[in-house]
């Protein structure tokens, strides 16, 4: 199983990006998708998580700025990131929860990360 992240890059504060990441491999069913964040010198921290029928957690700093969502038949979720500010300054990890079989438990798996720069 893999987790591709991409969208990453550089943008001026104010500015929009979209990150994506999509599970491929043996996978039976996916449970809940997310994304994570980690500043330089900091702790990795929870973005946003959405499970398999849409719910979704965000943390307090990205509430109404990011939008995530996911695409059930395509394990692929997205982060639509508005507003961004020099905090959000960060390399952004995708994470999936998923079984792999019928007969396998659930397992959670990371993707690399990809980098994240505003500006100000």
């Keep these: 199983v893999q987790l591709q992240a991409s969208g990453g890059g550089l943008v001026q504060a104010g500015g929009s990006l979209r990150l994506s990441c999509?599970?491929?491999?043996?996978?039976?069913?996916?449970?809940?998708?997310?994304?994570?964040?980690?500043?330089?010198?900091?702790?990795?921290?929870?973005?946003?998580?959405?499970?398999?029928?849409?719910?979704?957690?965000?943390?307090?700093?990205?509430?109404?700025?990011?939008?995530i969502s996911r695409d059930n038949a395509k394990n692929t979720i997205w982060l639509q990131m508005n507003t961004l500010k020099a905090e959000d300054t960060a390399d952004y990890f995708c994470t999936a929860n998923l079984k792999e079989s019928s007969l396998r438990p659930l397992r959670e798996y990371w993707g690399q990360g990809t980098q994240v720069t505003v500006s100000s």
Aim: glycine share 8%; net charge positive; no cysteine.
């Design 22 to 67: 999509a599970a491929s491999g043996s996978i039976f069913r996916v449970d809940h998708m997310g994304w994570f964040r980690q500043a330089p010198g900091k702790q990795r921290e929870l973005v946003a998580i959405i499970s398999d029928t849409g719910d979704t957690v965000y943390a307090d700093f990205v509430k109404s700025r990011f939008t």
